[in-house]
């Protein structure tokens, strides 16, 4: 690690630690946390600067000590959405897996990419692999998609404009294509991803609605194509529904 590197860490380790010390204090001025990190006021300064242009924290009057702000609020919401989905989602996801005999997941949006939440494995899953905690394509995978297209335009651009990665001969890497094929999957209410991501491997998925309306997860099932053909992809959408709708519910949304 160069010296440039290391003093990036210190500079983001004491910035954690001026968080930690508003958290447990609640208002704070420059003067104690140069005191605590043991550092010139003007390191503090610089510090508490970038913290507040974050949102992060936030000065309490014109000369003020300092505070949290709703940027934590913000990510503290995001991260509690998350362990809700997981918490909630996974006796869905066995009575799933066990009715359906194939391997279920929950996954939500990770910047530009699905992160897996909650995992079951059906009784005729070939495998035990783990998905829980890994990342995986918003345009090879049946999740992905339904995250992608319900995704707000403003956040959903960046990701089309980016080179999208083959990972098969089947997967979609013309932009205009997956724009199509996402237009496909709202006016559906599923998507499909066959051999896409994995030769070999089917997938469907169904969008998990939050409590303000907006699709914040999407319940998958994955099979091997033998076992999992499209005619039976497609036949279990309603079982997925069902499963969706009723993690919905959990979560607070009281649409249709």
């Keep these: 690690m160069g010296a440039t590197d290391g003093s990036a860490v210190q500079s983001v380790d004491r910035a954690i630690t001026i968080l930690e010390i508003v958290a447990a204090r609640g208002e ?6 140069a005191d605590e990190l043991d550092v010139h006021k003007s390191t503090a300064s610089r510090l508490v ?14 000369r003020g000590k300092y ?15 998350r362990l809700d989905v997981a918490r909630l989602g996974q006796p869905v996801c066995q009575q799933l897996a066990e009715s359906l005999g194939e391997t279920v997941n929950i996954a939500v949006t990770d910047g530009e990419a699905a992160i897996t939440v909650a995992q079951e494995y059906g009784s005729a899953a070939i495998t035990s692999q783990n998905w829980v905690g890994r990342r995986s394509p918003l345009h090879a995978t049946g999740a992905g998609k339904v995250l992608l297209a319900w995704m ?12 999208l990665t083959r990972y098969t001969d089947d997967t979609i890497v013309e932009t205009a294509a997956l724009r199509t094929e996402l237009a496909r999957v709202l006016d559906e209410g599923h998507a499909r991803s066959f051999e896409e991501l994995e030769v070999g491997m089917h997938a469907v998925a169904v969008p998990v609605f939050s409590a303000d309306g907006t699709v914040g997860s999407a319940l998958s099932a ?16 309603a079982d997925l529904r069902d499963g969706a709708a ?11």
């Excluded at 600067?49 to 014109?62: K, P």
């Design 49 to 62: 600067a970038a913290l507040q242009h974050r949102h992060l924290l936030e000065q309490l009057g014109e």
């Design 67 to 81: 505070a949290l702000s709703f940027g934590v609020v913000r990510l503290a919401a995001a991260t509690t959405a």
């Design 222 to 237: 994955t099979g091997p194509a033998y076992r999992l053909p499209r005619r039976r992809a497609r036949a279990i959408v």
């Design 152 to 163: 707000p335009e403003g956040e959903r651009r960046p990701v089309l404009r980016r080179r």
């Design 246 to 256: 009723e993690l919905s519910a959990k979560l607070g949304y009281r649409g249709e």
């Design 28 to 33: 704070v001025g420059i003067t104690e946390i």
